[in-house]
């Protein structure tokens, strides 16, 4: 059978002989979630966030509005940065490398950050941990040498890719927190395994990285005392977040089915944050248990599919894509459980934004923007006679 006249999809993993030039199914099963996440994040949004509108005095599509326009920026973005040749893109490194190490220096002067963002002019700009991630994801992916490709050049290929990450996880730890730090190691970590240096340096990496965030742990009261907080309850509840503290109480007021969409004019638990950190409980309420095990299983299934395409592209030896696959997954899913496992009480770190759903502008257009560069390691990464 010709190899490009192989057919097979990403969720069942059937192979056949079909019609699908392209090799794969996962294109088109990617876009129809991707799509499903979007449009149904900006309806929940809509939904949670129109009642807040009112009565802040604001149109009630305020926030949907401002939504929409940020997806619709990162949609024109992540087809600008489609077109551009791989290689190219890879390289992209050398100019959002200084931008995260500035944006993360920046955020240590309150006239330059608030609430998590760096903001000039007035204006929220970017989370620094998210930038973080996006640079370290394209280092990663172009910087570390393959196994076996290292020469006499070691310092320069392998050392001193290592040492630019290390840096940026130091960064990215004391600017932004352990969540955003976990992240981008379990980003250098999958990129380091599927460049194949073997597990003795996986497992070098994980032991330092490790390591750093223990000391830095114990020796920065303003990453440990949210889990110490956590980890060690206490019977009086107003040492608790109060926000995160009335959100709780909405998973048991929405039961299996929920109150329904535009139930929050009558939310018994108001918090402020609603539409954005807190979305996930906010969401519980309105469509119960179900609704929360159907977002679950939309980003378990972007999981899938951005982790069969980097295994794809390992089995073509195009260790750079599988590397770029694999983190963009990362990136998407991994601030989702963040999300998740937090609002639900599970996980004793602060949040981060829940992609797709939570109020946050340039959140959104970074997640969307991302995806269509996903979409595109998925479409290439799945045709057999692909050339980069």
Not at 105 to 127: E, K
Request: charge should be negative; charged fraction near 10%; glycine fraction near 10%.
């Amino acid at each position: 059978m010709p190899r490009d006249q192989i057919s097979y999809d990403d969720i069942t993993y059937r192979v056949g002989n079909g019609g699908d030039k392209s090799g794969s199914l996962s294109p088109f099963t990617f876009l129809c979630f991707v799509l499903v996440l979007v449009l149904f994040g900006l309806v929940v949004l809509y939904s949670i966030s129109f009642p807040i509108a009112v009565r802040e005095g604001l149109p009630h599509y305020h926030y949907f509005a401002m939504q929409c326009i940020a997806a619709g920026g990162g949609f024109l973005a992540g087809i600008g940065l489609y077109f551009l040749p791989l290689r190219a893109l890879r390289k992209s490194y050398l100019i959002l490398y200084p931008l995260a190490a500035a944006a993360c220096v920046l955020s240590f002067f309150p006239g330059f950050s608030d609430g998590g963002y760096i903001v000039l002019g007035g204006i929220q700009v970017v989370q620094p941990g998210s930038l973080a991630l996006i640079a370290g994801a394209f280092l990663a992916s172009d910087a570390i040498p393959e196994a076996g490709s290292i020469g006499g050049g070691i310092v320069r290929e392998y050392l001193l890719s290592f040492i630019f990450l290390t840096a940026l996880l130091a960064l990215t730890l004391f600017s932004s927190g352990l969540p955003w730090f976990i992240m981008l190691a379990a980003i250098i970590l999958a990129a380091y395994a599927v460049k194949g240096t073997g597990r003795a340096a996986v497992l070098l990496i994980l032991v330092l990285i490790a390591s750093g965030g223990a000391v830095a742990f114990f020796s920065c009261d303003l990453i440990s005392a949210p889990v110490m907080a956590s980890i060690l309850p206490v019977d009086d509840p107003s040492f608790y977040d109060q926000d995160l503290y009335r959100a709780l109480a909405s998973f048991s007021d929405g039961g299996i089915a929920g109150k329904g969409l535009g139930s929050g004019l009558e939310h018994p638990f108001q918090y402020a944050d609603a539409y954005g950190l807190l979305i996930f409980p906010s969401l519980a309420r309105e469509l119960g248990a179900n609704g929360c095990a159907f977002v679950v299983l939309l980003f378990a299934f972007v999981s899938v599919l951005g982790i069969r395409t980097a295994s794809r592209a390992c089995r073509k030896d195009d260790r750079a894509s599988a590397s770029l696959a694999i983190s963009f997954t990362l990136i998407i899913v991994l601030k989702a459980a963040f999300d998740m496992l937090y609002a639900s009480g599970l996980l004793p770190l602060g949040g981060v934004m829940l992609p797709f759903f939570s109020f946050s502008v340039q959140e959104e257009a970074i997640n969307v923007a991302l995806s269509v560069l996903l979409y595109r390691l998925v479409y290439m990464i799945g045709r057999e006679n692909a050339q980069d």
